[in-house]
């Protein structure tokens, strides 16, 4: 079984953001723990959303600065 790391992390928001079914999401966590690639940039991911939900409790935050730092881990991701 080929393991795609860039197919990995494109299933990080929807984790991170519920979207996923409990038997997608047990796949995608057995991915990331046969991963430490992919498990590092869903770390990340995670501690960037708890930062932004921190911020944006505080204050809004544009949303074409949330797509800009997302693009940039992707570009993180790809390297
Ligand atoms: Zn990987």
Same mark, same amino acid.
């Given at each position: 079984?080929?393991?795609?790391?860039?197919?990995? +992390?494109?299933?990080?928001? +929807?984790? +991170?953001?519920?979207?996923? *079914?409990?038997?997608?999401?047990?796949?995608?966590?057995?991915?990331?723990?046969?991963? *430490?690639?992919?498990?590092?940039?869903?770390?990340?991911?995670?501690?960037?959303? *708890?930062?932004?939900?921190?911020?944006?409790?505080?204050?809004?935050?544009?949303?074409?600065?949330?797509?800009?730092?997302?693009?940039?881990?992707?570009? +993180?991701?790809?390297?």
């Amino acid at each position: 079984m080929g393991h795609d790391c860039s197919k990995v +992390l494109s299933k990080v928001f +929807l984790s +991170l953001d519920g979207e996923m *079914s409990a038997e997608e999401e047990k796949v995608f966590l057995q991915e990331l723990k046969d991963c *430490s690639c992919c498990l590092d940039h869903f770390e990340i991911e995670k501690e960037f959303k *708890s930062f932004l939900q921190h911020k944006v409790e505080k204050r809004h935050v544009k949303e074409d600065t949330v797509a800009a730092i997302k693009t940039k881990i992707k570009s +993180l991701a790809m390297a």
